[in-house]
């Protein structure tokens, strides 16, 4: 057969889907123990914010994209900008909006960036890995070959050839997948590390937003720079340790940022006090 994907490939990326979903889910688990007030409503509201935001950025791609695509910093302070315009700005929605007051408490902030990131690892990862895995199938049967020798193919099938080959440049290498395999998985922990952070200090923003909107700016902002930067450093340098080091470095950065925050309305006598009201108001 003049096309076939090794199975130690094919198991690499099997592995590292399993590992995400592992992941999610534990996150889930753990939070459900480890929290109080916590209502599956801000973890579903976390999955569904990044699908809203990342489907309306790309409506706006379409048309503003091309300009910034020709300059790699163009492109990567564009992309950064606008994932965190539009994430952020979902969060700050669901947040201010209470999603359902009787759910609004700051616990659900740390669910809700369970949702968003984990979702996003989920689907970026597990659900297009899936897809991947049955293109291996369909290779290893023979249907590149046979789609190659086609004389007239239909539109979809010169689609499907297409994505064939680029699935066969990819994993039709002889070599193990495992340092992809580990990285792909580093990579979403600091992303889902992020979005935790990041949801906390929206939370705060919403609680008053009058008074604290440069939360909700410093979330766009943080999120700018961690896209951005991570975009800019994978592009010049091609050390995948380096650059998930880099990352995860940012994913820290963002964590403390998070904490600090948290415990500053916590330490703050009259800020916690009017917390504790805004909170007894919305359970009400």
């Known amino acids: ?63 503003l994209l091309p300009i910034f695509e020709s300059n790699i910093f163009s492109y990567a302070i564009y992309g ?3 994932a965190g315009l539009f994430e952020e700005t979902g969060r700050l929605i669901c947040f201010y909006f209470k999603i359902k007051p009787s759910i ?33 199938y369909l290779i290893n049967k023979g249907l590149l070959e046979e789609y190659e020798q086609k004389k007239s193919p239909t539109d979809f099938e010169k689609q499907l050839l297409d994505v064939m080959k680029n699935i066969y440049k990819t994993f039709g290498v002889e070599k193990s997948f495992f340092k992809i395999c580990f990285f792909v998985v580093w990579e979403r922990i600091s992303a889902i590390t992020y979005h935790i952070s990041a949801s906390v200090l929206v939370w705060y923003a919403s609680s008053d937003f009058k008074r604290y909107y440069f939360l909700y700016l410093l979330a766009i902002g943080m999120h700018t720079i961690f896209d951005c930067l991570a975009t800019i450093f994978a592009h010049y340098i091609s050390n995948l340790f380096l650059d998930e080091l880099f990352i995860f470095i940012m994913a820290i950065g963002s964590a403390y940022i998070g904490f600090k925050c948290w415990k500053y309305f916590e330490n703050n006598i009259e800020v916690k006090q009017n917390l504790i009201e805004y909170e007894n108001i919305t359970l009400n």
């Open 80 to 82: 950064g900008l606008m």
């Open 1 to 63: 057969m003049k096309y076939h994907i090794p199975g130690i490939n094919i198991f690499y990326i099997i592995l590292t889907s399993l590992l995400i979903l592992i992941i999610f889910v534990a996150l889930i688990i753990l939070a459900k123990k480890k929290l109080s007030n916590l209502s599956n409503t801000s973890l579903i509201f976390g999955c569904v914010t990044w699908f809203i935001a990342v489907y309306v950025e790309s409506i706006f791609h379409q048309f």
């Open 104 to 136: 609004y408490h700051k616990t659900n902030s740390l669910y809700y960036g369970i949702g968003h990131g984990g979702f996003e690892a989920f689907y970026l990862i597990t659900i297009n890995n899936f897809f991947i895995v049955i293109i291996c």
